[in-house]
């Protein structure tokens, strides 16, 4: 039960909710109804609300009793049109800032509660230790959010079988169950399901019964979690699901996996690492796992590749892989045990506010690559963990938001790529600081304190926040850690060091300077204060400096602890060991340091190479310089990581020494794979005539010594038994095709070595899939950039090939294919090609794998911007697959900010080529509708596909055709009267309003959930009829708005006309209906005040054509006059009564829109006063 210490602002605390449903597949509805037990904490605040407030959206709310007694239930609907329509003569609006406000304002009522239940009429007084049981009937049919029906497509899927799930989305949970949907209003729960026969239902909890209906059609299973939790962190999935118990003996009571039919072998295979992750985190962690048991289920068109709540995990099939698949073998067990690691972080402790999620998400992908590192090697740990910092380096420019950041208008804003992979990072930089066993005791300590406080505290022990997670490692540790929080989880951006060294050979020792820049010239240097290791490969050994800093520029000394030994004889073995001092003396070098190609000054010192934070304990973006033999020798380094930035610094300098000490590094079998494969990629980077193409010529004879017949000169069949030599093959040809002439041409030699890998491919006798091989060389074949008349024709034809191979036995994931329309795209943009967007729109459909119809979808907006958009959008609109519906707008938004392309005349850019008002209207139309109100993310990357295109104001194309934007703060959808004051400054109309009074609500059925024809009767009741009603006062804080008019005119005159309509449903049948209108203006020498009319109760706005509810304030101007001609400016009041308004209460969401009435006519200009303009503005107050 939840800590009875903490007031909850709903005046309830939630102890336990028991939820009954029937679930139909082939009518794709839910009934039935879920039960709260329930304390008093505030009588206050239920005396002032007149009831409970909860959460829920699309439900069909049928009956409410409270302790058994029918009561009367208020329902709103605030998030499907965040931003009202306007009427013809009031421009609308379009501009992103705007949006925003707005949608603020929506979310925030919905999350006080779109559901009201009143407390019946005579109900005793209540007490805190008096429960009470509130239960809501309804059904839920068709729905558009939070549950997912997968069913056959004829076209698609003829053969899918039915089966559903529910995620969880930050707001997830209210789409399906009436329930207190806050981050941590947690209860216990049981859940009853009931399905047909034929079907399983796997929930959250522990299953602790199953019931058979008497003429065995249907079966009920009953879940129970013990545990208390939050409502988003409760799911199930139903379907003819087929169970895998863990082949862990030990485990296989309490670890079960689930997967569609036909698919059990791929299951068994993909989660064979689950047993041993499950055992290595309660041995690392030091306690048992928080569930008495874990459930895995693999479901078909899922929202997102994994889904996590209490004790469940819902995957994508297509982590599933076969047993001849390799490369999909690291995501798919990263996935599952990171998943498996966020019960412990995630769903047992929960984040105090959406702004400590980073913590959720950085403990457990701290600990899958801790698990990967048992399974995989040091090696792969330590790479990952580079490339990753690499990543986050290159993107964390300073201008995203904080890890720790509450300036968001909705949760899913801050769950970004660099929000999940900083995260982690920073957990590792908190290991390193303190020390891995420390770090271990600490997590220990996080989880033993929420399961020994007691029930009693067990709310505020069972949540993370940043505060007491950096109080907890200052008490076992006792190091202050505000330093470290401020920096890297509240800062933005990463610290930019300069490095230089000098060695002093009179000194005999190495000089070293370090500096601190900005990350740009335009901006201010902000000082990063700590320590670094700065690591000196002398000949004698290796030494570790550990130097500190906190000023932009230090110079530092290290004694040199080795020394150069001398030969007696001169001259240098094979010519090239060395140089000569002064005294005519050999030096001792190293080889690695000389050779053919090699550039610059020889090493005459015992310095081999210096590394600068080896451990990468923080984040930064370094430069450091060395010469090139000491980058060569590097390479030499037995550790990845200073391998992997040795090839980074060889960058610049193309020489054929270079290239030839890279080439060894590729043939040594004994170096990491990950490695090598950049080491060919960065030889292909180093090729150019300059250096007579000497790295072709060493790729090329590297491919043939290692997968060529030495006898016979042919390609030999695949054999990838030998997983490194794999990777290295697969990386070869991509590195091949990367050569290029400073023309940017294609040398015709890797054209014919690319063709002859396609058609002499042999994968008869190999124990694995060559899938992803193959998909390598396809890609490269399409970077190529050839003059030959028949190389386009020939590559065509070799695709084609593959493609009509494809169609009768596709590879896995079909990456074939999606290499194969990446190829064809490249030579349709270069030309060489014709252009066939039939071909890439057919392969946008749905039916097609997910992969294929975003590759297909990128050919579309490079090939065909214009054209394709609006076919783009329409699968935004009403796909059935949620994943495909955000991925395709990650990746418009992705290409709109990045991807230039050829367009008419020139280059341009999709971000360019998209700024006219048919997208403008087009996008805002998703984004302020019922595509995006029941997906949080969809709406996200709507958002933020909207600002890369046009930014936060109003777009240029459209400006002059909508209104102005609307700056500040957008009150709450839930508003009641107002006062308006106008203020005239600067020559611009500030119109200021203070919300006051009763809080309008509506009842309402959305359209959008039509219950089908199929349903029991039960479950067809009447939809509640509209009810409105108000509510305590809500202050609220002043909004200012800026209304635009024409330069030199002279603000005379503001008026506002406000109409209200609400009809309240009683029990016993019978309805008031009430409407009013009202109309007040304001000129600048007086307050005029205008007579209130009637409206017909039909009529729900004089000014809209819309039946939801808005303020419309209009700004009249006169003609610009003379200096002579004006009068004074008057101080105005900040407030008089004659401004005083109403709010108009929303009207139900689904109610067709009435025919709007005409405005009030202005009043009519006085006698030699020029006409007036009237430039309006329209603001919704309404959900």
Known sequence: MSNPKIKLPRGFRISHQKVVLTVDMLTKSIVGYAELTMYIQRPDICASEGGVRLNARQLQISECTMNGVKTDFLYRNYQELVVPQTDMSVAPLRDLDTYSSYLKAALTASDQGDLLVHLPQGMPTLTEETPVTLRITYMLANPVGGVHFVTPAQDAYPDRLHHMYTHNQTDGARMWMPCFDGLNERCTWDLEISCSAADIVVASGTLVDQLLSPDE??????????????????????????????????????????????????????????????????????????????????????????????????????????????????????????????????????????????????????????????????????????????????????????????????????????????????????????????????????LKSSTTEGQANSAEWMTLNTRRFFKTIKTHIGQDMKHFSSRWVEGKGV???????????????????????????????????????????????????????????????????????????????????????????????????????????????????????????????????????????????????????????????????????????????????????????????????????????????????????TDGGMLMPNDFRDLCLYHVQTALPDAIASVQTAEGNTPSDVLEFLLELLKSNDNSGNPYSDNYYLASVVRAVGRTHTSGATDADRVSKQIARLLQVERLMPSYHNTVTVACLEALCNFQIDKRLPRDVHL????????????????????????????????????????????????????????????????????????????????????????????????????????????????????????????????????????????????????????????AGPSPVVTAVPSYNTPPASVTSAAKQAPPTVKKEPTEDQPLEPVRIKIKRPAGTTPTMASVHINTHSTLSHDDGTTTTTSSSSSSSTTSSSNTSVPHTTTPASDTSSLSSTSLPHLSLSSEAGSKSSQSERKPKEKRPRHTPDQHVVIPEPAPAPAPAPVPSPAPAPEPAAAGEPPKTLPKLKIKLGG
């Open 217 to 446: 059609a249907r079966r009920t299973f009953v879940y129970r979690v013990g545990v208390p939790t939050s409502a988003h962190h409760i799911a199930l999935a139903v379907g003819p699901f087929e169970a895998h118990a863990d082949t862990d003996p030990s485990l296989a009571a309490t670890v079960t996996h689930f997967t569609l039919p036909g698919r059990i072998k791929d299951l068994a295979l993909s989660v064979s690492c689950v047993g041993p992750a499950y055992k290595f985190l309660e041995e690392y962690l030091g306690l048992p796992f928080p569930h008495e048991s874990y459930k895995q289920v693999f479901v078909e068109d899922a929202y997102a590749t994994s889904n996590v709540v209490a004790t469940l995990s819902i995957f994508s099939t297509s982590l599933l892989y076969e047993a001849g698949t390799i490369d999909q073998v690291f995501l798919t067990r990263y996935k599952l045990v990171f998943s498996l690691a966020m019960q412990y972080f995630g769903c047992y402790i929960t984040p105090r506010t959406w702004a400590d999620q980073y913590l959720m998400y950085g403990l457990a992908g701290y600990l899958a690559r801790l698990f990967g590192r048992k399974i995989f090697g040091n090696n792969e740990y330590r790479y990952q963990l580079f490339r990753d910092a690499q990543w986050v380096v290159a993107n964390d420019t300073g201008r995203l938001p904080a890890l720790y950041h509450d300036r968001y208008a909705h949760p899913a804003e801050v769950h970004g790529e660099i929000f999940k992979r900083k995260a982690p990072l920073v957990m590792y930089m908190i290991e390193k600081k303190i020390r891995e066993e420390e770090f271990r005791k600490i997590l220990n300590s996080l």
């Open 495 to 709: 610290p930019h060091i300069n490095c230089g060294f000098w060695f002093n050979r009179k000194r005999h020792q190495t000089e070293f300077a370090l500096r601190q820049v900005p990350a740009r010239p335009d901006e201010p240097l902000s000082l990063y204060s700590g320590s670094i290791v700065i690591r000196l490969s002398e000949l004698d050994g290796v030494y570790d400096h550990v130097v500190s800093f906190d000023d932009d520029m230090h110079e530092f000394e290290f004694p040199c602890r080795s020394r150069m030994r001398k030969k007696r004889k001169k001259g240098a073995k094979g010519g090239t060991g060395g140089i000569n001092d002064d005294d005519e003396d050999e030096l001792m070098t190293p080889a690695p340091s000389t050779g053919p190609g090699v550039t610059g000054k020889r090493n005459d010192t015992p310095l081999m190479f210096i590394c600068i934070d080896p451990e990468f304990e923080f984040l930064h973006k370094l430069e450091f310089k060395q010469p090139e033999f000491m980058w060569i020798n590097q390479l030499e380094d037995k550790d990845v990581v200073s391998q992997s930035e040795a090839m980074d610094g060889l960058r610049a300098f193309p020489t054929t020494g270079t290239i030839a000490a890279l080439a060894q590094l590729l043939k040594n079998q004994r170096v990491f794979y990950r490695v090598r494969m950049d080491a060919a990629h960065m030889i292909a980077r180093l090729t150019s005539k300059d250096t007579q193409w000497a790295g072709l010529e060493q790729l090329t004879s590297t491919f043939r010594s290692f997968f060529y017949d």
């Open 840 to 995: 890439f729109r057919t392969h946008c459909a749905y039916g097609h794998y997910h992969d294929v119809r975003v590759a297909a979808a990128k050919a579309l907006l490079q090939l065909d911007p214009r054209e394709s958009l609006g076919f783009l959008l329409d699968f935004v609109d009403s796909d059935p697959s949620p994943y495909f519906r955000y991925d395709l707008l990650a990746t418009m938004t992705r290409m709109c900010a990045e991807t230039p392309l050829a367009t008419g005349g020139g280059a341009s850019s999709l971000r360019a080529l998209f700024d006219e008002p048919g997208v403008v209207h087009r996008l805002w139309g998703l984004l302020n509708g019922s595509a995006s109100a029941f997906d949080c993310r969809i709406r996200v990357a709507l958002q933020q596909l909207y600002r890369t295109l046009f930014g936060m104001d109003t777009p240029l194309c459209v400006q002059g055709t909508v209104a102005s934007s609307v700056k500040g703060k957008r009150p709450l959808a839930a508003s009641g009267p107002a006062s308006a004051t106008l203020v005239t400054s600067g020559g611009v109309n500030k119109v200021k309003i203070r919300l």
